[in-house]
């Protein structure tokens, strides 16, 4: 054979081997190729969260008591990370006493926390006005169906029940919330501060998250009233306190987004975006600020919110709001799902995001019951209301 | 300078893009099963959270803070045990029988960390077409917790969740594949199917020549000629496979898989061979009869796989077959016009006459030992 021949041969043999090598991998079975089998024994996986002791040793049913400080345990905690694992391991802690119609106060209060964070409002409202009607004197039950009417807009409850509160705090705040979604914030701020002002002085011991509550409430309520410094002062103030709370650096964020500092919320939130609320305001700051990893970041909550969905939750219909008007840019979904969320939940947030969509849809019409929601109840807060006014 | 510079950006570029997800998400705990019936045996993927099996299991045997690959294969036989006490599959006829202990193990992430897949499959007492699926997994941890299960089969999957409320659900009428389903499979497979495609290849490099007396190539004057050539090898090839095809899956005739893998790589060898040393002289059409004889067996245990049920097998063959055929004559149509173009040039004649047949036959003669003994040296 020439050299030619031989160099010719070489090639051919060489591009042969290479198609079959290519066109193979494309033929293996397509649904499991993500699927890895590592080599390196020692790849780390995953985080693990200790030996779960707790849950693996339990060799008799649990006291009542016992589930109850279990489940308390997983609430809290999932209040302190935003992960919504807790939930439904504390409601499996509660074992049995769940579905138990004679179960003790301490058990319906919780089983009350955890549909009010699954947005199962009615349920929520069932269980508690029901344990009312039982102990009326039962303070806590009081609060929580206060705080759940208010985020369904009906504030009359917090109105009469609020004051009754036997703790001065707590009472301040929840009456506050109601006076201030109602036209009287500056009233509800004065009050708040004051209860807060009395602290230390000789007043119950208070828990971190109780003031975090109260400060982050007065923030919401320097916002409503336009002064977003003294706003900004208050989330200052409360992540001092307590640095990751999901509420208030949430809100903190937003107050960010609506100064046109969306640089600033990049460090603030970035060691929290595995909560899809917090990253859905990561996205924004990074397309408002131009970044091409927006797309990426977009990306994963994307995925993420495919997730929830596909399992058949609707604990987002706010955030995806957002998302689809403003990085989509799918104006028509954008309201559908706002009107969804509206059947849910009545917050400020939630107005907001159902006149944005609506605006951003050119859809008048649609906002109506936000509208009348706003005159009824007098909110004062100048972004909704011009809002409003500029819809569309 | 400048321009390395520029290559780095474009690497750099490059890597954010691919760059893994910013943190692993909050979300609520779910599983994902994918069931695929295939007549009376069921293929189970399941995807469970590392997060999970860790709160119910405890992964973390060496108490470091971290789920390892090693810990996690070291838990195999427990896990798997552990989960598939958590799912219960049935047909009409009876309960399906797991087995757990082929399962094979690997791992994939999903938005919020990695999973832990489990790989098996089910058998049951009859077809699957319904298909019972009970779900109790991780409902004594997390009671939210919630089985995202796609059964797969047909063109379109099926979505359903299943959770602590409403554990069962009876998935009706498990697609029979439609023949168009069928018809495509068969195209892949030819497609896809190295082996076919080296055999096909082989018989095609001469089809524009004619072997003259003294054992030479002469390119052919007219494509007729060379067109007509591929119809008679390609149709004594089809109605080969395709009678031995209908045998095997009918059941008449039953040939170990090793043989016939064994032998449809020697046929790729014999085809090859025959460009470079004749071997068969005009006769390649038969040679293509009697090789596709063999390479019909091997396209019955591709069709068995695809799960035919019994009472459609006659349509879901025709489908099939007719999908090989679409697969053969677009890669006749490719090549054909190419090769009767090029067949006057140097390089067609020495490069893909001759080299490449030499190359074809190389593989398949690899192929040969490794399907006769059971090894693997190639990659493919």
């Known amino acids: 054979m020439s050299r030619r021949r031989i160099a010719a041969f070489a090639v051919f043999a060489t591009l042969i081997t290479t198609v079959i090598v290519v066109a193979k991998p494309a033929a293996v079975n397509a649904a499991n190729v993500d699927v890895r089998v590592p080599t390196d024994p020692n790849e780390i996986l ?59 106060a301490s058990v319906v209060l919780l089983r009350a926390t955890i549909l009010q964070s699954l947005h199962e409002f009615a349920r929520a409202d069932a269980e508690l006005t029901g344990l009312l009607s039982r102990s009326p004197e039962n303070d806590q039950a009081r609060l929580t169906l206060a705080t759940i009417r208010t985020v369904r807009a009906d ?10 509160l036997g703790d001065a705090l707590s009472a301040a705040v929840c009456l506050g919330n109601a006076w201030s979604l109602t036209g009287r914030s500056a009233a509800a701020e004065v009050k708040v501060g004051e209860a807060l002002g009395t602290l230390g ?9 109780e003031i975090v509550w109260a400060i982050s409430s007065l923030g919401e309520y320097a916002e409503r009233q336009g002064a977003r410094d003294r706003a900004e002062a208050y989330y200052r103030k409360a992540l001092q306190v307590s640095p990751s709370d999901p509420y208030v650096l949430r ?27 917090l990253l859905l305001r990561v996205v924004v700051a990074k397309k408002r600020l131009g970044q091409t990893g927006a797309v990426t970041v977009a990306r994963d909550l994307a995925e993420r919110f495919a997730a929830v969905r596909l399992r058949g939750d609707r604990a987002h219909l706010r955030e995806e709001s957002w998302y689809e008007r403003e990085i989509v840019g799918d104006a028509a979904r954008a309201l559908t799902l706002a009107q969804e969320n509206w059947s849910v939940q009545r917050e400020p947030a939630d107005a907001r995001v159902f006149l944005e969509a609506a605006r951003a849809k050119g859809d008048l019409a ?16 100048p972004t909704l209301l011009a809002l409003a006014r500029s819809t569309p | 300078m400048k321009r390395t510079l520029h290559v780095v950006a474009l690497l750099l570029a490059a890597l954010a893009f691919f760059a893994p997800r910013l943190a692993n998400a909050h979300k ?22 590392l997060r999970d099996m860790d709160a119910a299991l405890g992964l973390d045997e060496s108490r470091d803070g971290h789920i390892t690959w090693g810990e996690l294969q070291a838990a ?18 009876g309960a399906c029988k797991v087995l757990s202990g082929d399962a094979e193990l690997g791992t994939t992430s999903h938005s919020d960390g990695a999973y832990a897949t489990l790989l098996a499959r089910a058998s049951c007492p009859g077809d699957a077409t319904r298909l019972g699926v009970k779900y109790t997994l991780l409902f004594d941890v997390d009671r939210l917790h919630r089985g995202v299960v796609r059964v797969k089969g047909g063109a379109d999957d099926t979505i359903f969740v299943l959770q602590d409320s409403a554990r069962e659900h009876t998935f009706e009428g498990v697609a029979k594949a439609s023949p168009l389903h069928f018809v495509r499979e068969g195209t892949l497979h030819i497609w896809s199917g190295i082996d076919h495609l080296a055999f096909l290849f082989a018989l095609l490099f001469p089809a524009v020549f004619r072997r003259q007396p003294d054992g030479k190539w002469a390119p052919v004057p007219r494509l007729r000629d060379a067109a007509v050539d591929v119809l008679r090898i390609v149709s004594a090839f089809t109605v080969a496979h395709s009678i031995t095809l209908g045998l095997a899956s009918f059941g008449y005739v039953s040939l170990p898989s090793r043989l016939v893998e064994a032998t449809i790589a020697a046929s790729v060898v014999l085809a090859a061979v025959n460009n470079l040393r004749p071997l068969f002289r005009e006769q390649r059409w038969g040679v293509a009869f009697i090789l596709g004889l063999v390479h019909g067996f091997g396209f019955s245990s591709a069709l068995a796989d695809l799960g035919a049920s019994r009472d459609t097998l006659l349509a879901t063959l025709v489908s099939f077959n007719v999908g090989v055929e679409v697969g053969q004559l677009s890669l006749v149509a490719l090549f054909l016009p190419l090769a009767f173009l090029a067949r006057n040039t140097q390089a067609y004649r020495r490069v893909v006459l001759q080299a490449g047949s030499a190359a074809v036959a190389l593989v398949g003669a690899v192929w040969v030992v490794e399907r006769a003994v059971g090894l693997k040296f190639l990659p493919f």
Do not use: N
Request: with cysteine; aromatic share 6%.
């Open chain 1, 251 to 277: 809100a903190y964020a937003d107050l960010l987004l609506d100064l046109g500092r969306p640089a600033e919320v990049l460090p603030l939130l970035a060691p929290y975006t595995e909560q899809d609320a």
């Open chain 2, 28 to 49: 609520a705990s779910d599983s994902y099963l994918t069931l695929t019936p295939h007549g009376e045996m069921v293929e189970v993927r399941w995807d469970i959270a």
């Open chain 1, 366 to 381: 649609a906002a109506t019951p936000v509208r009348a929601l706003l005159a009824e109840t007098h909110l004062e807060d």
């Open chain 1, 155 to 164: 504030y009359k409850y917090a109105e009469t029940e609020c004051p009754k």
């Open chain 2, 76 to 93: 195999r036989a427990m896990l798997t045990e552990w989960a598939f006490a958590g799912l219960a599959l049935s047909v009409d006829a």
């Open chain 1, 46 to 104: 995953e985080k693990s969260q200790g030996q779960p002791a707790r849950r693996k040793g339990r060799a008799a049913a649990p006291t009542v008591d016992e589930a109850v400080s279990l489940a308390q345990a997983e609430i809290d905690a999932g209040r302190a990370s935003g992960d919504p694992r807790a939930l439904g391991r504390a409601k499996a802690a509660l074992g049995a006493h769940w579905d138990d119609p004679a179960a003790p």
């Open chain 1, 201 to 209: 002085q000789g007043g119950a011991p208070r828990t971190r998250a």
